[in-house]
């Protein structure tokens, strides 16, 4: 069966860094687009960041936009999810995501897209 398993959340002051992992098994890695969402108390599921298959074309949502890195190992099948400059707004659980079915595009950022979700890590950013 499909599994997702974010590591790397933890508790940070703001302006710091953390990296998260989300190792994958149970599909064909490499032919996988791959996303993050977070959501915070009271707040709906927020798109983070996406990644291709190839690894070759990035989305971010604008409230990360030059903050945060999405890459990927296909030969380790994690996915990356680097975070700087981090603010107080960004605590929040983050969650890994793998659609149903492999390669393909559509809309990277809905969370219709998306069919496999990890069980979240929590990240706290603090003042």
């Known amino acids: 069966q499909v599994q997702l398993v974010e590591s790397g959340g933890g508790l940070v002051q703001a302006g710091g860094s953390l990296r998260l992992s989300c190792a994958a098994s149970g599909l064909t890695f490499s032919r996988y687009n791959m996303g993050w969402f977070r959501q915070a108390p009271g707040k709906e599921r927020e798109f983070v960041a996406a990644?291709?298959?190839?690894?070759?074309?990035?989305y971010y949502g604008d409230s990360v936009k030059g903050r945060f890195t999405i890459s990927r190992d296909n030969a380790k099948n994690v996915v990356y999810l680097q975070m700087n400059g981090l603010k107080p707004e960004d605590t929040a659980v983050y969650y890994c995501a793998a659609p149903s079915r492999p390669l393909g595009d559509w809309d990277l950022g809905a969370r219709r897209y998306y069919y496999y979700w990890g069980q979240g890590t929590q990240v706290t950013v603090s003042s």
């Open positions: 990644i291709r298959w190839s690894g070759g074309r990035t």
